[in-house]
């Protein structure tokens, strides 16, 4: 390009078509940085499972998949059969809940994907939160009826002691989780 030159061409139609392909590529540039469809969703399960589906759309409660919240360490993934207490009757031939049927039938659990981690040095039950606490689900994992795969959580010290304060909780270390 000879020096003096303007970096774009004078012919009006020229103009244009920069323009063009410069709004084009803001548009693809927002779309993949806001819009894009994959962004904060949690990692593939085996079986495709929506909790927005159930939890929201058709508000069942966790504690009907989750059923072990109130009495144990871990409130537990659902086993495979209860899965199938309704979808022996609703959409039994769905691809997904074919491939869950398969699991099913092998009388082999579901391979989940772990999605919430809780450092091996801590002690958290699940029960003290429910029962006495009475604390909601979505305080610690999400609005989840909003979400079709969840999203990874590595929950931190920082995020449990701030619960801790704002509910007037103990905050002795290793009495609460460090035992």
């Known amino acids: ?38 962004r904060d969703i949690g990692p593939r399960q085996p079986v495709s ?67 919430f981690f809780v450092p091996d040095f801590v002690k958290f039950r699940h029960q003290p939160h429910i029962q006495w606490a009475k604390a909601d689900c979505a305080k610690c994992h999400g609005d989840v009826r909003t979400m079709d795969r969840l999203i990874n959580v590595n929950f931190q010290m920082k995020f449990c002691i701030d619960c801790h304060k704002q509910n007037n909780a103990q905050l002795d270390c290793y009495l609460g989780c460090h035992h």
Not at 3 to 22: M, Y
Not at 101 to 106: C, D, M, R, T, V
Request: charged share 20%; glycine share 4%; proline share 8%.
């Open 49 to 115: 499972f929506s909790h927005r589906v159930h939890a929201g759309v058709k508000q069942i409660e966790c504690r009907f998949c989750h059923s072990y919240v109130e009495r144990s360490m871990h409130a537990g993934l659902p086993e495979v059969e209860k899965c199938f207490f309704c979808h022996n009757h609703i959409i039994p031939t769905h691809p997904e809940i074919l491939k869950e049927k398969q699991y099913l039938e092998g009388k082999r659990p579901v391979p989940w994907v772990r999605i």
């Open 1 to 38: 390009m000879a020096e003096g030159k303007d970096a774009f061409p004078k012919n009006p139609l020229s103009w244009t078509r920069w323009l063009t392909v410069l709004a084009l590529l803001t548009v693809a540039a927002m779309y993949l940085y806001f819009f894009f469809p994959a």
